[in-house]
């Protein structure tokens, strides 16, 4: 038999639907997780619901003049470092922006979103996306911001966070009362990245109100799970990239 690429799992078809991230945070860092969220229904509301939420419009996308309001109102999209200092420390001790911790951060960051604003199509800083955004989603994108799908392709899968071997497919189901929440396949978080297909999203959370930003101020982070291979989806073996 032909032995499995390195990096994927060991089951045709790759991973099944509905199976999230939380196998690859690992069942402390998810047992944290899903209490900070305890209360969130970004999965489980009617997707009507959450786009009056937000004030946002499925089609045209958050109004010019709601997303200047919130600038004023909301923290920019940016998620904490797991490793903060002061700039001149970091320049006397470079080796501090190397650590593990923050390699995994700086590849989980975005810096760029694709979105949809009053109708138009627009590339804009990942800084600058707000909850409510609409999202456009491609292999090799980071995604800016926890977000609930719209529409995805059967063949959208995404990377556990900064792992090249644990990932995901996803599908946009639209809701998810029974699932768990980081089990939950209408789901995208920030800092994972598409690895193959397209899909439309609206942005639920950003910066400190990520999972992304939940692990790293719960400090664990970078996460055990993905240093290297281990048992990730149910019944399928990873292999170490």
């Excluded at 990096?7 to 639907?17: I, K």
């Excluded at 456009?136 to 799908?149: C, E, F, K, Y």
């Excluded at 939940?214 to 664990?220: E, S, T």
């Amino acid at each position: 038999d032909k032995a499995p690429a390195r990096g994927h799992a060991l089951r045709d078809g790759g991973p099944p639907a509905g199976m999230g991230i939380s196998r690859g945070l690992g069942s402390s860092a998810a047992r944290k997780i899903d209490a900070a969220f305890f209360d969130v229904d970004w999965h489980s509301a009617d997707l009507g619901q959450l786009v009056a939420r937000f004030g946002s419009d499925l089609e045209r996308g958050m109004p010019l003049t709601a997303t200047r309001d919130l600038y004023g109102d909301a923290p920019p999209n940016l998620v904490p470092s797991p490793q903060p200092c002061p700039a001149w420390l970091c320049c006397l001790l470079p080796w501090l922006k190397h650590t593990p911790a923050m390699e995994s951060y700086r590849a989980c960051v975005a810096d760029s979103a694709n979105v949809v604003r009053d109708g138009r199509r627009l590339c804009i800083d990942a800084a600058s996306v707000v909850p409510g955004e609409i999202i456009s989603l491609q292999a090799g994108d980071i995604v800016p911001a926890d977000a609930r799908l719209i529409e995805c392709g059967a063949d959208f899968e995404l990377s556990v966070l900064a792992s090249d071997s644990l990932f995901y497919r996803c599908a946009n189901n639209s809701e998810c009362p029974r699932t768990a929440f980081l089990d939950a396949p209408n789901l995208a978080f920030a800092g994972c990245r598409v690895r193959s297909g397209q899909a439309k999203a609206m942005a639920v959370a950003t910066g400190t109100g990520t999972v992304l930003a939940a692990l790293i101020q719960r400090r664990v982070w970078p996460l055990p799970a993905l240093q290297g291979g281990e048992v990730g989806e149910v019944g399928e073996q990873l292999l170490p990239v």
